[in-house]
């Protein structure tokens, strides 16, 4: 591979990123395509499901300048005919003679494209910025892997870790700016996800409050309320957008939560894979989990947490409500260790995100 390919590999997965909030339950996917002297032919990406891939709308740029030349994509081009057709006959039509690939498709309908070409006579080159490929499609991949949501937990807190005052005062911690950040992490995500808790302290509405729409499904409300306690007069519980609440399967449900989904019970609550589980049922590609410290401890001490979204303000409580609650660690050794993958201010404050060192057991 050389430095060009390393360029246009990185272009690919940039275009692909602009895809994010609009293609689930579908992949984000970039696509570059050269012509024979290796001049910048065509470039796409797939911008909303059920629209044209990445390799479609490059190639549609492209014209008869693809013949011969070199297409660069994110992940294997699909071999199947679902909404639209297999990428990798659109490639062999155009007639590309190399075909440069950051990820093999972990989806067994749509996998083999790679296979398909190569039969063909296509060179095809696999591995390149696979790591930076990865990244950018983690929500989907996860889906694929491990068959449930990539979660990103999302906390809001003080330089000391408190997510509330002593009295119970949240309201607010973080600035505008960051409160609006988190409507678009909304926006992006498929699902946001609170404890009953959460629902009965501050009555939120968590609905994606931005200018323009990402998606052309709505964000899904869900409610994990073991005993059902959500009220009838709660917000999440209104026509703005879909709500589901999940509660344990020995709780007396009151008419107003007629509607729930009943799950197995776990460490006092609700079982987390099984919330995961039927969420993954539900095409419900990524999660962001807002709810309470509770929540929180659980899903990390269940290895559910794929991302970590912290805004910190520059404020000092010295008691009040921790931001997360007990996730299993009883000594320095068993710590949940993360990687910084991005520090940045917003406003007054200032937004970490984090990754797990090491892959959990999903």
Not at 68 to 84: I, K, Q
Not at 138 to 165: H, I, M, N, Q
């Amino acid at each position: 591979m050389t430095s060009r390919d390393i360029q246009h590999m990185r272009r690919a997965v940039a275009l692909a990123a602009r895809g994010q909030g609009g293609t689930s339950p579908n992949p984000v996917v970039g696509c570059v395509v050269l012509d024979a002297s290796g001049e910048v032919a065509g470039e796409g990406f797939h911008a909303y499901a059920g629209g044209p891939h990445a390799e479609v709308v490059a190639l549609r740029e492209a014209g008869e300048r693809a013949r011969g030349g070199t297409a660069y994509v994110t992940l294997e081009p699909c071999n199947h005919t679902g909404r639209t057709g297999p990428c990798a006959g659109a490639l062999l039509e155009a007639g590309v003679a190399r075909v440069v690939v950051a990820v093999a498709d972990p989806n067994p309908v749509a996998a083999g494209g790679a296979e398909t070409l190569a039969s063909r006579g296509v060179r095809v080159e696999a591995g390149l910025l696979a790591e930076e490929a990865e990244r950018v499609n983690a929500a989907w991949l996860t889906f694929a892997r491990s068959r449930r949501p990539y979660v990103t937990w999302k906390f809001a807190a003080t330089l000391d870790g408190r997510s509330a005052a002593r009295d119970g005062t949240s309201q607010w911690i973080t600035s505008p700016e960051a409160r609006a950040e988190v409507h678009r992490l909304r926006a992006e995500s498929d699902a946001v996800l609170v404890g009953v808790g959460t629902v009965l302290a501050d009555d939120p509405s968590l609905t994606a409050r931005v200018p323009e729409p990402l998606r052309a499904r709505p964000v899904l409300r869900v409610v994990a309320d073991p005993g059902a306690r959500t009220p009838a007069s709660a917000r999440v519980l209104d026509d703005a957008a879909p709500t589901l609440v999940a509660v344990a399967d020995d709780a007396v449900v009151p008419p107003h939560l007629a509607g729930a989904v009943r799950l197995p019970r776990a460490d006092g609550g609700i079982h987390l894979r099984a919330l995961m589980a039927e969420l993954h049922g539900r095409q419900i590609v990524s999660v962001l989990l807002e709810g309470g410290p509770t929540l929180a401890g659980s899903f990390l001490r269940e290895g559910l947490v794929d991302r970590v979204v912290g805004y910190l303000a520059p404020a000092l409580l010295g008691a009040g409500a921790a931001a997360l609650g007990p996730a299993g660690v009883e000594t320095i050794a068993e710590a949940h260790r993360l990687e910084f993958e991005e520090v940045t201010p917003v406003g007054p404050d200032l937004r970490i995100v984090l990754r797990p060192q090491s892959p959990k057991e999903s």
